[in-house]
Every structure is written in C-alpha cells, then in structure tokens.
C-alpha cells in the first residue's frame, strides 16, 4: 500500500491555520466531506469519538487521527502542515504541526490497519519530515509524502 492510494493532491493542506484540536478537526472534517461526500458533522463525530478512546498525537510534533465510517467506499487521506503547531494533548505533550487523517470504510479491518502502519512509517522518517516541515506548496508537500520508501531521505541523483 503507497501513500498515493491514501492521498489525492486535493487532500494536501499546506499552511492550515487553527487554533486548537477542536478547530483542527473540524477543518479535517470540512475537507473530508467535500472529498467523501459524507456530511462534516459525521465525520468529525467519527474523529471525536476516536480521540476519546485516546490521542492520536503520536509524538514529535505528528498526530494520526482516523476513523471508520460506514458511509465511505475506500480509504481517504487528508495531510495537513499547521500554520503554528498546537496543543494536541500527544503522548509527548508536545504540539502538534504534521497531521495526517486517516478516513476508512467499516469493514476495512487489515486494511484500514495497514494504511495506518504505512503513514506511521513514513512520519517516523526523519528525513521525511524534515522535507515536509520547510516545504510549503501542496504540490511540494505531494510528492513528498508520496515518494517511493527507499527514496525518502536519500539524496536525488
């Protein structure tokens, strides 16, 4: 599974500004909907809800909110860069500035959890988020959360 079957370049968020996690998710929700045509309110009741269970600020400035709804077909990505980083109460306490919202379908079990894994594995890269917190185009912020593994980190020849 590649970030790109995750993330479209629509769902790249580059310079998002919020006040809080309640602001931030409910952006996520808004962007979600227009993307999934499920209604914010639901989506952002289906993010809350998994909060609750407990953070998904995974530390290092990185947060991983997802969910599962009945009303979408395949598993939807949102990226998000934070303007400022905020208080996202993660594991570290540390703010939050990299976000990437995982949306998937009920009955997506294993792959609901690889997707989670795959985005996991890409923002414990260093290297990755150090290209992802200086660069501040959506297209930019694409290709790099959608580079092959073996690329991320390495220098271009």
Known sequence: MQISDLLSPEGVLPSLKVKDKKQLLQHLADKASLLTRVPSARILETLVER??????????????????????????????????????????????????????PEGAGADHLKALARVSRLLRNQAACEKLRKTASSEALYAILTEPPAATGSVAA
């Open 51 to 104: 909060e609750r269970l407990g953070t998904t600020g995974v530390g290092q400035g990185i947060a991983i909110p997802h969910g599962r709804l009945t009303e979408i077909k395949k598993i939807t990505g949102i990226f998000a860069k934070l303007e400022t980083p905020i208080e996202y109460e993660a594991v570290d306490n540390q703010p939050v500035e990299l976000v990437f919202m995982l949306l998937a």
